[in-house]
């Protein structure tokens, strides 16, 4: 069995002394012997939270990009070895993105084009396992009638195409405690991701599920649905973070008191 310690290396929130808050999301992954980045956040803050938590950012044997948005792609040029590094994504993560506000302002919100370089890429858009028990979903089959992609998301500067994200993924980690799931921002809605999760592996048993929800624009009827949909699951620690808004939060923490648990910059978690 594969020891697994996951480490929050940037959130919207911080924890400790010293450690630095920025809308973005990141968790350095040690699994057995191989560590991973999942995600790297705006990337204004990555290297001196991985320096004050002991952590060295060029040790890592692989990276995940659950998403193509800056948030979660934007700390990859302050990785010296990156071209060392197996970068692990969906061929859809690089193209433009585009999202609109409620003022028509219309924003880039994609890869810079650092992602242009030369990087040693390996596209999924199924199913894959990096490493025995360590698998990433490829792309979430939609099949609520009641989540969406948690935005106004395009492929175009004109906001013409609309971009369903189809390279949105999450991490799942089989463990004897039950599965370990970690979410980017679940574009593809929570309780989807946790069904696909489920059909992949065969079980409801979910020891931690962790990351951004993309909730903060929901409608109660989606945060009633999503709820319920939770609650079909045997989740034994809630870690919501990054993008699943504070109304959000406040309503797990109401319905899962017992399993409720913050995720702040700093947070260890260990399997």
């Known amino acids: 069995m594969n020891k697994l310690k996951i480490t929050a290396l940037v959130e919207n929130t911080a924890g400790g002394k010293a450690l630095l808050a920025e809308h973005g999301f990141s968790l350095w992954i040690e699994y057995g012997d191989k560590k991973i980045l999942f995600d790297t956040g705006q990337g204004y803050v990555l290297k001196n939270n991985a320096a004050q938590l002991s952590i060295d950012l060029e040790d890592a044997d692989a990276m995940v990009l659950s998403h193509g948005h800056y948030d979660h792609t934007g700390g990859m040029e302050k990785i010296k070895k990156i071209n060392k590094i197996k970068i692990f ?57 009641f989540e969406n992609t948690g935005g106004q998301f395009f492929c175009d500067k004109e906001c013409r195409k609309v971009d369903n994200l189809p390279d949105d993924q999450a991490a799942f980690i089989e463990t004897p405690a039950g599965l370990v799931v970690i979410l980017g921002c679940a574009h593809s809605g929570v309780i989807n991701t946790l069904e696909y999760i489920s059909s992949l592996t065969g079980s409801r048993s979910i020891h931690t599920l962790i990351g951004g929800m993309h909730l903060g624009s929901a409608s109660k009827n989606r945060m009633d649905k999503t709820i319920a949909g939770l609650k079909k699951f045997d989740i034994q620690n809630l870690y919501p973070a990054h993008c699943t808004g504070f109304k959000a939060t406040a309503q797990m923490l109401q319905e899962f008191p017992e399993i409720f648990r913050t995720c702040k910059t700093g947070t260890i978690i260990e399997v």
């Open 89 to 145: 994504t969906h061929k859809d993560s690089l193209l433009p993105k585009y999202s609109k506000h409620r003022d028509d302002s219309v924003h880039t919100i994609g890869m810079k084009p650092f992602h242009e370089n030369k990087l040693n890429y390996h596209f999924n858009d199924r199913p894959v396992e990096l490493y025995k028990g360590f698998h990433l979903t490829g792309t979430i089959p939609r099949i609520t009638d």
